[in-house]
């Protein structure tokens, strides 16, 4: 069974990345106005099969995910007036958004028919933008899905040292209750570093414009293989599109992540994933539609490469460093039933071994044997230094880190991050040696 999102770009309250991930089998349709100066309108997003239809009235229940509305829980009719806790992970709750637009907190949306859900806890005023900062996610002790595993009190465990794990004691501790029922962060817990995934803090507007800016260039492309995403890829999985270029914003690349979970979201059990948008511009423009398929074997893949290319160039990702932004857009339970699976796993001899780049190599000669100036720099010396062209394999060319095992399996959130980690060092290293 293949899965088609419908993505109407630029600007919806809802998930990052305009438009909704909808499973071709099971959905109900959803319409929406988007904001007029951005360009597009929001048109509607069917499913052949499901509880309602078009804009008429239907309902749905469980622990969908309405992303026109930021609502989990059950809902009825299209537009329709609505209440409810928007979806409040774990992971939501830690960040401090003082904007109020994710997170915990209350939605309202006016129109015909009725909506509600509630998930998560907490309470706030459903806002526009992202506020707040991420200063206070720390790297707390997680399972293998990359839940935090939570101590007596409900509280989460945060960690002493890096790869801290729930075998040693001594590697995490407790949060400190200041007063009865009131805890604080301890000292010497080790803060979450984010850097350039800041991007996630952008207006859903913009991220969602970057969606649309990459279907555009990827329009009928269909990757159905290893092999097709592999030639379709530069060294470190980012996207090459038809013309030689490569998909380096940080944006477009986060776009693409979370567009993909929200396909898992949407149908888990998805054979294949088609990203679409369609576009109503001001004006006698007429609308455009894109799109692009992936093949349900290789999100584990792509969405590792997307978020290493939205983040920084230098550094090393980690487990919290990932769990946290992908729980800021309330995907993070998406993730975990992705990688928390045995269908899931990551080789890395499989994905670069063989994978040749050529690269400028520093090397010191003896120029007075020849007597020659073979470095140009007017003298003949006994330890000229030269670069010379050489092909690698990045496989063993490459310093790639050891990211912490939770439970070596094979798969988890731990293997994700081993993942994502490896094309940051890829693309570090492509980046700084690599000749075009």
Do not use: W
């Not at 293998?144 to 729930?166: F, S």
């Not at 984010?194 to 913009?206: E, T």
């Not at 590792?304 to 990702?317: E, R």
């Amino acid at each position: 069974m293949s899965s088609a999102r419908k993505t109407f770009a630029p600007s919806r309250l809802g998930l990052l990345f305009g438009a909704t991930f909808l499973p071709v089998l099971g959905a109900a349709a959803i319409g929406a106005a988007i904001v007029p100066d951005s360009g597009f309108l929001v048109s509607s997003a069917q499913a052949q099969e499901g509880h309602g239809q078009g804009g008429g009235q239907g309902h749905g229940q469980g622990g969908g995910h309405d992303s026109l509305l930021n609502l989990r829980g059950q809902g009825q009719g299209a537009g329709g007036q609505g209440q409810g806790h928007m979806g409040g992970s774990l992971e939501s709750g830690i960040f401090r958004d003082d904007g109020g637009e994710r997170g915990m907190g209350q939605g309202q949306g006016q129109g015909q028919g009725q909506s509600q859900g509630q998930s998560g806890g907490g309470q706030g005023s459903g806002g526009g933008g992202k506020g707040g900062d991420y200063g206070d996610i720390v790297i707390v002790l997680r399972d293998d899905a990359g839940n935090p595993i939570l101590d007596e009190n409900g509280n989460i465990q945060p960690c002493l040292v890096a790869g801290c794990t729930e075998d040693d004691p001594t590697t995490y501790t407790q949060l400190v209750e200041s007063e009865e029922g009131d805890f604080e962060l301890p000292d010497g817990v080790i803060p979450v570093e984010f850097g350039r995934l800041n991007v996630a803090r952008s207006p859903d507007s913009v991220i969602e414009h970057s969606l649309a800016e990459l279907l555009a260039k990827f329009d009928g492309t269909s990757i159905d293989s290893l092999e097709q995403l592999i030639a379709g890829t530069d060294a470190s999985g980012r996207l090459i599109d038809a013309d030689g270029n490569t998909i380096d914003s940080p944006l477009e690349n986060f776009a693409l992540y979370v567009a993909l979970l929200e396909a898992v979201e949407a149908d888990p059990d998805a054979s294949s994933y088609t990203l679409s948008v369609s576009t109503d511009p001001h004006g006698d423009e007429p609308p455009e539609s894109f799109s692009m398929t992936v093949s349900a074997d290789l999100v584990p893949t792509l969405a590792a490469a997307a978020f290493a290319a939205a983040s920084d160039k230098t550094g090393d990702l980690t487990v919290d460093e990932i769990m946290g932004i992908t729980g800021f857009v309330e995907l993070d339970g998406a993730l975990s039933s992705l990688v928390d699976s045995s269908d899931y796993s990551y080789d890395r001899a499989a994905l670069y071994d063989g994978v040749m780049v050529t690269v400028l190599q520093e090397s010191t000669v003896d120029e007075t044997i020849g007597g020659e100036d073979i470095n140009g720099d007017g003298e003949i010396t006994s330890n000229a230094l030269v670069y010379t062209t050489a092909d690698v394999n990045l496989y063993e060319a490459v310093s790639f880190n050891d990211v912490p095992s939770i439970d070596d399996d094979g798969n988890g959130i731990d293997t994700f991050t081993q993942q994502a980690d490896d094309a940051v060092q890829v693309l570090e290293f492509v980046h700084d040696y690599a000749i075009d």
